[in-house]
């Protein structure tokens, strides 16, 4: 129902007499959801050297009234968090951060501010950040496109991540969620040794774990076996 332009309009009783009203000032809330869309990502342990890697290049968010101004956009692992998962946002595009007091720009333009500094939430903490009013359709845009997953873990676990993303203008809100499938990569184990025993011929010595063990980031070794060659 458009009321634009209505002056005013008439009440017809059920007896049939018509009651006249005149229009001083009608209100109506015609607000939209925000509308959103974030793609999934297929992550391999060590991705981009160890850096966090984007989510989703293409994703995209918009508003029909465009009035982002105390809007804010969530994102969080909602399941199959680890510890050592973390979800940021990257300068990358038009996007540049102020990991000093969380601002975040679009080419200059500061539209938005992270509830922490640097933008970088772990395990399933839920990264804020708040718009204000230079925020616009492509801004925000650019901002989900900026959003990145990494674990800075050697065993981060091959559980597929759910990271919800929350995009909200300043009545309503809409969620979409990725999914972050995670490769894990076997890591060789390691040895480390002290400088040793010295023996006289014939003599023997045991070989204790201070002089010798291993350390395996992926597992814990019960019992491993040691080829020693002179």
Do not use: C
């Amino acid at each position: 129902l458009n009321w634009t332009g209505v002056t005013s309009f008439t009440i017809t009783e059920q007896g049939g007499g018509a009651i006249p009203m005149g229009v001083d000032t009608l209100s109506f809330n015609n607000n939209t959801a925000p509308s959103i869309s974030v793609g999934n990502l297929s992550y391999t342990e060590g991705d981009n050297s160890g850096n966090p890697v984007r989510i989703d290049s293409s994703a995209t968010g918009s508003d029909a009234e465009d009035n982002w101004d105390g809007g804010s956009l969530t994102v969080q692992i909602t399941a199959n968090s680890d510890a050592d998962d973390e979800i940021s946002v990257q300068a990358v595009g038009t996007i540049t951060v102020n990991t000093g007091n969380g601002q975040i720009s679009s080419s200059g333009t500061q539209f938005a501010t992270a509830t922490v500094n640097s933008a970088t939430v772990t395990s399933s903490s839920t990264l804020t950040i708040n718009f204000n009013s230079n925020a616009t359709d492509a801004r925000i845009q650019d901002l989900l496109r900026a959003v990145y997953y990494r674990s800075t873990s050697d065993d981060p676990g091959a559980s597929s991540r759910t990271v919800t993303f929350t995009l909200s203008d300043d009545t309503d809100s809409s969620a979409d969620t990725s999914t972050v499938s995670v490769t894990v990569v076997n890591d060789s184990p390691t040895v480390a040794t002290n400088t040793g025993s010295s023996l006289n011929e014939g003599a023997t010595d045991t070989i204790t774990n201070t002089e010798l063990h291993e350390g395996d980031p992926d597992n814990s070794v019960a019992g491993p076996t040691f080829k020693l060659t002179t």
